[in-house]
T-cell receptor
Framework: AQKITQTQPGMFVQEKEAVTLDCTYD???????LFWYKQPSSGEMIFLIY??????QNATEGRYSLNFQKARKSANLVISASQLGDSAMYFC???????????????FGKGTKLSVIP | NAGVMQNPRHLVRRRGQEARLRCSPM?????VYWYRQLPEEGLKFMVY????????ESGMPKERFSAEFPKEGPSILRIQQVVRGDSAAYFC???????????????FGSGTRLTVV
């Protein structure tokens, strides 16, 4: 079973509108973290936002917010007021304990390609 | 405050040659992680190292791939006798510590794009 599922291979959004990118996860580790990264066409991985499994509040970072629904195991990224520069691949990732190695590991979803339309 | 530095940015190798990818972590970071990204895919974990130690290599192919993080100098990912299927983007990330928490942030380098011809 996939640990991180991003069901939207591609999304379109009108400039200045809000968009939600979906992410569901699967883990038995009670202490985990959820990340969103942006990968523009230039290729680098840019950290956007983090949500810890014990955080009571949904994370927000500027125009990015994370809609964390723990019981549903979902961690959707909401981008408000989309800009042309938001066009990129977006990856959801989960950090959980790899008990075999005794260390934390970051697992990525396959990504969603967001295109912002002027 | 240099970030994670990876070089080269692009690397072309013929089948059967060796590829060496370098990663210098952020200042103050002692943990290094290597990831591989195939076209149209997310990043896949390969190996996690601390200085002079391999902590978790559960994502490394059993043959031809090796990684090191010496006491001095960058971390090196080595691929021997490369094949076409090794063509991918290889990312390195570093972190200051390996415990849970908001600041347990992975800082990624810009990646090395390996093309095997």
């Amino acid at each position: 079973a996939q640990k991180i599922t991003q069901t939207q291979p591609g999304m379109f959004v009108q400039e200045k509108e809000a968009v939600t990118l979906d992410c569901t996860y699967d883990t038995s580790d009670p202490s985990y973290g959820l990340f969103w990264y942006k990968q523009p066409s230039s290729g680098e991985m840019i950290f956007l936002i983090y949500q810890g499994s014990y955080d009571q509040q949904n994370a927000t970072e500027g125009r990015y917010s994370l809609n964390f629904q723990k019981a549903r195991k979902s961690a959707n990224l909401v981008i408000s007021a989309s800009q042309l520069g938001d066009s990129a691949m977006y990856f959801c990732a989960m950090r959980e304990l790899n008990s075999g190695a005794g260390s934390y590991q970051l697992t990525f979803g396959k990504g969603t390609k967001l295109s912002v339309i002027p | 405050n240099a970030g994670v530095m990876q070089n080269p940015r692009h690397l072309v190798r013929r089948r059967g040659q060796e590829a060496r990818l370098r990663c210098s972590p952020m200042k103050g970071h002692s943990h290094v992680y290597w990831y591989r990204q195939l076209p149209e895919e997310g990043l896949k974990f390969m190996v996690y190292l601390q200085k002079e130690n391999i902590i978790d290599e559960s994502g490394m192919p059993k043959e031809r791939f090796s990684a090191e993080f010496p006491k001095e100098g960058p971390s090196i990912l080595r691929i021997q006798q490369v094949v076409r299927g090794d063509s991918a983007a290889y990312f390195c990330a570093s972190s200051p510590q390996s415990v849970s928490g908001r600041d347990y942030g992975y800082t990624f380098g810009s990646g090395t794009r390996l093309t095997v011809v």
